[in-house]
């Protein structure tokens, strides 16, 4: 027996080791939130402090916003399927769950894409004219390049309210010689469409990242030959700099590859819900902003140094000591 309604489901009973890994979640949204809140907020109050903001800080601003979106939204997301399911199972509920996910994964991915390319063109060394000129104009480009990725993003999240999902909850037989009945819940999914609109709103910003991280790595490659010829150390402060930089963006381009598999499964709906695969799935998405985050705020000057001092200050205070 079908009732579309699901308005009689209850909160679900998981495992012990189940409500472990996702408490492992829970924590690594909520470090996800307070990281990418220390960002925003610290090139905020550069802001206002200057009135002015590099295009770099720009940038940041809104990764960093974006990303504290898309983890709260996961973390919404996760309460309110586990905690208030019959609430969560409604098709225009759970739509609106998938289309504002996508836009702010989306909009996270572009932003992120943005920085790289930011990266390339302010520290990699290349003749061609188009280079040249994009080195050249980079700065003056970014608030243009971050409204076209919104208006990107929301297009490409709208179609997610076009019946691609289909949730309806089924009486079906628990216990066949007690004749009870329990409620479970099925979520029909259009796996063609998934995956098409994927493919269409993931593949542009992912082929514009990973050029940007080949041609950064092929500079700095032949900029440390060069210094070898030359004689020059590998530890100068410019060779360092550079070094940060190309980590920070190639750690990402290793969690963005993890995200993007995790991501296309976990929109399929191809996994039981809570089972492992579809946990690992949730563990990965909510550690990719989280870790970014960190590198993020250790691969940056002004972050790193501002969240030593403020580390300094909590260790001193709950020692009691002088700050």
């Not at 769950?97 to 920085?115: D, E, H, R």
Request: glycine residues 4%; aromatic residues 16%; contains cysteine.
């Amino acid at each position: 027996m079908v009732d579309k309604s699901c308005a009689f489901l209850s909160a679900i009973e998981l495992s012990p080791i189940i409500l472990f890994y996702l408490s492992i979640v829970a924590i690594e949204s909520v470090i996800g939130i307070v990281g990418n809140g220390f960002i925003l907020v610290i090139n905020l109050a550069s802001w206002v402090r200057n009135r002015v903001v590099s295009s770099c800080d720009m940038i940041l601003i809104f990764l960093s916003f974006s990303r504290l979106c898309l983890q709260s939204c996961m973390l919404m997301d996760f309460v309110c399927n586990l905690f208030y399911p019959s609430f969560y199972n409604q098709d225009d509920v759970y739509e609106n769950f998938k289309a504002i996910f996508m836009f702010l994964n989306n909009s996270s991915l572009w932003f992120a894409t943005w920085l790289g390319v930011f990266y390339c063109a302010k520290i990699a060394n290349f003749n061609h004219s188009s280079f040249l000129w994009l080195k050249q104009n980079i700065s003056s480009l970014v608030p243009w390049l971050l409204a076209g990725s919104l208006l990107f993003s929301f297009g490409s999240s709208l179609p997610f309210y076009w019946d691609i999902y289909k949730v309806y909850c089924n009486y079906s037989t628990a216990f066949p010689l007690e004749n009870t009945t329990e409620l479970k819940v099925i979520k029909n999914t259009n796996l063609f469409y998934v995956i098409f609109l994927c493919n269409a709103s993931l593949s542009l910003p992912t082929i514009v990242f990973v050029s940007s991280i080949v041609l950064l790595i092929s500079s700095l490659w032949r900029h440390t030959k060069q210094m070898q010829n030359n004689g020059t150390g590998l530890r100068d402060p410019s060779t360092e700099a550079h070094r940060g930089a190309i980590k920070s963006v190639f750690s990402f381009l290793i969690l963005y590859f993890f995200n993007l598999i995790a991501l296309i499964l976990t929109l399929s709906n191809i996994f039981s819900a809570y089972g492992t695969w579809d946990i690992l799935c949730m563990l990965v998405m909510s550690a990719y902003p989280m870790v970014h985050s960190v590198i993020l705020i250790l691969g940056n000057p002004k972050l790193r140094r501002v969240s030593l001092k403020f580390l300094h200050y909590a260790s001193c205070h709950f020692r009691g000591g002088p700050t």
